[in-house]
């Protein structure tokens, strides 16, 4: 008796070198999301006293990183979708793991520029002097470069994982897939905590830029020796590449290599509707997973009195990052159990569980008001809208895999996440000013019922709490129901 095509790709025997490669592609994002939180862990108990930083030059650093990530990104997948997934992340990573070791000589730089003998002599400037504000923007400079040369290098990471999840997994399970690797983020937030103020306490901050950044340089020689396209992988067997290729079943091998290789001209991308939808979502909920990355060691810092480097600080923030990373992976599942379990197509799955995601971060609301009885209940609400941002963020990448040909996927990646970086900026930049105008006017600035800074974090926690409901509900009205893009 012949067997059915579709019970042979699920019961057949076969490799499992797929998430062998997801396995890279979660380290790599993990080593990503290390570099981006090293600054965010030191600065304002390590580099703010020696650069007489206020939360306004933090808030225009994180801020332009974000402008100037959002700009690359616009290229970045475009580049990725030229060179290939196995050589552009290759080229990206070497790129980020060199620019966050340099955030090391800032300091030294900043020394000899400012004409000053020792580091010792930067912290014995009088706080608010002319001195100070001319080394406060003498290194504010040099961060800056230093944040662009990383932000050109992080800008190919998730196009070039996208595009490869892409190509590795049938549509049912890269939501899944995506949310693994995803989840390098939460895991790199949740390690940083626990190594980054200890290397800086213990070797100075600048050695813990040099170790977390080497740590790219060994992922390169994994990827090199590990990656190559599924056909082309002696690691990949018959019915495994069977499994993968599932998706393609009924189209002739013409037109399986037309969508590999002929690729949508990247301005033509933005008359689909679908590209709009993908923008949407990036745009209004990427700024707000950044803020918790990028202020959340600041805000148990500013509001509670626990540094970075405190035990109690370290276990707010493992806390926080723990709860991101274990349940966000579930969520890359949900759409599986829609797809599988109830027949819905692919694209309807992911809608239906990012709506259930988006209604999470509305906790965001209860954060600071709950802060006044116990600093758990804030670290506990981040950590679940943390959650639910990266499942919603696994599903949202996975939509472009359904919806774009393969050669064209890293170029809707880089679109989304420029509009995504556009987001980050808006938050980042305008959060750094309303912490400052806030602390500066003190109980005369007030919302709801805080006043002075608590206030100013009143308002943003508002506006993350609303904007995955916002952004969902534009996405429905862009592409309320799925449709392939022909090449």
Not at 250 to 274: D, M
Not at 337 to 344: P, R
Not at 409 to 435: D, E, R
């Amino acid at each position: 008796m012949e067997l059915n095509p579709s019970v042979a790709v699920s019961t057949a025997k076969r490799t499992n070198w797929r998430w062998m490669i997801c396995s890279l592609l979660f380290f790599a994002t993990t080593i990503n999301y290390l570099d981006r939180q090293v600054l965010s862990l030191t600065w304002k108990d390590f580099i703010s006293p020696e650069f007489h930083w206020t939360d306004a030059n933090y808030g225009m650093i994180t801020a332009f990183f974000s402008i100037f990530y959002a700009v690359i990104s616009l290229f970045a997948g475009k580049v990725i979708d030229f060179l290939g997934t196995k050589k552009g992340y290759l080229v990206a990573i070497f790129i980020w793991s060199l620019a966050a070791c340099l955030h090391a000589f800032c300091g030294w730089a900043t020394i000899h520029i400012a004409g000053l003998g020792s580091i010792e002599a930067l912290y014995d400037i009088q706080a608010g002097s002319a001195m100070a504000l001319s080394v406060a923007s003498i290194s504010v400079w040099l961060f800056l470069a230093c944040r662009a040369l990383l932000a050109i290098g992080e800008s190919g990471n998730f196009p070039a994982a996208v595009k490869t999840t892409a190509l590795y997994f049938p549509k049912k399970d890269r939501a899944f897939a995506t949310s693994i690797f995803n989840a390098g983020a939460s895991v790199g937030a949740l390690a940083a905590p626990l190594c980054i103020p200890a290397l800086a306490e213990a070797y100075g901050w600048e050695m813990a830029f040099i170790i977390i950044g080497a740590l790219g340089f060994i992922w390169m020689g994994f990827w090199g020796k590990m990656y190559s396209k599924p056909e082309d992988s002696k690691y990949v067997d018959k019915a495994e590449l069977a499994y993968i290729q599932q998706d393609e079943k009924g189209e002739s091998e013409a037109e399986i290599k037309e969508e590999e290789t002929k690729t949508i001209p990247f301005w033509q991308c933005f008359k689909y509707r679908q590209t709009w939808a993908f923008v949407a979502g990036k745009t209004l909920t990427d700024g707000v997973w950044w803020f918790f990355l990028f202020w959340a060691p600041a805000y148990f810092s500013d509001q509670f009195g626990f540094t970075s480097f405190s035990s109690m600080g370290q276990a707010l923030i493992f806390t926080l990052y723990f709860i991101v990373t274990v349940l966000s992976i579930g969520g890359g599942y949900l759409p599986k159990i829609f797809v599988e379990n109830k027949g819905m197509n692919p694209y309807a799955g992911r809608m239906r569980a990012m709506l259930i995601f988006a209604f999470v971060p509305i906790l965001a609301l209860f954060a600071q008001p709950l802060g006044e009885y116990s600093v758990w209940y804030p670290a506990i609400i981040i950590g679940l809208a943390g959650a639910a941002h990266q499942a919603w963020s696994a599903n949202l990448f996975s939509t472009i895999g359904d919806m774009f040909p393969t050669s064209t996927v890293a170029s809707i990646v880089g679109i989304g996440t420029m509009a995504g970086g556009l987001g980050s900026f808006a938050i980042n930049w305008g959060s750094g000013q309303l912490f400052s105008f806030a602390e500066g006017m003190g109980p005369s600035f007030q919302f709801l019922q805080f006043a002075g800074k608590p206030a100013a974090y009143m308002i943003v926690f508002s506006i993350c709490a609303i904007a995955y409901i916002l952004a969902w509900v534009i996405m429905k009205l862009l592409v309320p129901k799925y449709k392939k893009i022909e090449v």
